[in-house]
């Protein structure tokens, strides 16, 4: 296994998409207008978006000795991300039910499968990997003692994308730069990190959330506005960058796209600025076409400015 300037550790799964004019109700069944079964998983999906940019990709991961393995594995495989540290485990490839209604937002149910062994135990093995690492990138979607497990390992840059968040010692998040949440994600991390009376005293502020986060210890903190951009936050400052304005057609894997290339930019040497500015590009990108990996750019496809 050659060394690469990313190691992604996290999710592998296979998406089971359904497209439909609208979200079922509870009890209520509405006739979808297609079906696919895509590559997807929040750890897969950063590992594709970074190396269809150029980087150099090792993905950390586990599927299950079934038929849904190998289009779980089958994008990460033409990308060229390095798949030697993804194990073969006794439970099934992890799933998402998805549901994309028209406009674009989607509904998603997962079953973790696979990804809930890849915890503190079965990472030992991969600790040397992790820490010759440029930049380490962790999603939410694998259990607690494999993210933290992974965080202090790691000798480089580390980008934890808490989605979803769990709960996670603060000591550990006091180590990534940058803390990577949506605007949801931010204001449930903040009550986590620094109690539910500092969530009330942001109320919906994403800026006051980012500098309360800061406050907290975490050294660094992007959250995700969707089509509105993102904020950066580190040091005194908050920053805003814009996103450009695109026709959305499915938002699945939008912000898996925007962690991928922040770390492909970081790996490359990048400020938390500039590198932000691509992310929200890419981002954009991937919401005007359908799926999650598929959509996402390569460095010859034109992002939208």
Not at 52 to 65: E, F, K, T
């Amino acid at each position: 296994m050659t060394t690469s300037a990313i190691v992604v550790v996290g999710s592998v799964n296979a998406d089971l998409l359904i497209r439909t004019p609208t979200h079922p109700a509870p009890g209520e069944t509405v006739l979808g207008r297609s079906f696919s079964v895509l590559a997807g998983g929040k750890g897969a999906n950063q590992a594709v978006a970074a190396a269809r940019l150029g980087a150099r990709v090792c993905l950390v991961g586990a599927v299950g000795a079934d038929e849904l393995a190998r289009p779980a594995l089958a994008t990460l495989r033409e990308s060229d991300v390095d798949l030697t540290a993804v194990a073969v485990l006794s439970e099934p490839t992890g799933v998402a039910m998805i549901t994309v209604a028209d406009g674009g937002e989607n509904a998603i149910v997962v079953a973790p499968g696979a990804n809930a062994l890849i915890d503190a135990r079965h990472l030992d093995s991969h600790l040397p990997l992790i820490g010759g690492a440029e930049v380490v990138v962790l999603p939410g979607e694998i259990p607690r003692s494999g993210i933290e497990a992974a965080i202090r390992a790691a000798r480089g840059r580390v980008v934890l994308n808490l989605a979803p968040v769990i709960e996670v010692d603060l000591d550990v998040l006091r180590r990534v730069d940058p803390l990577v949440v949506n605007e949801y994600e931010a204001f449930d991390t903040l009550e986590m990190v620094a109690g539910a009376a500092a969530r009330r005293e942001v109320g919906n502020d994403c800026y006051a959330a980012a500098r309360a986060l800061l406050a907290a210890g975490i050294p660094a903190v992007v959250i995700t506005l969707g089509a509105r951009g993102a904020l950066v936050a580190q040091g005194d400052e908050v920053a805003a960058i814009r996103s450009p304005a695109v026709t959305a057609v499915d938002t699945t894997g939008a912000g898996d796209a925007f962690v991928g290339a922040l770390a492909s930019r970081l790996a490359a040497g990048d400020n938390l600025i500039n590198a932000t500015r691509l992310a929200v590009r890419v981002g954009a990108f991937s919401v005007t076409g359908y799926g999650a990996q598929n959509s996402y750019p390569t460095l010859n496809d034109p992002l939208p400015a």
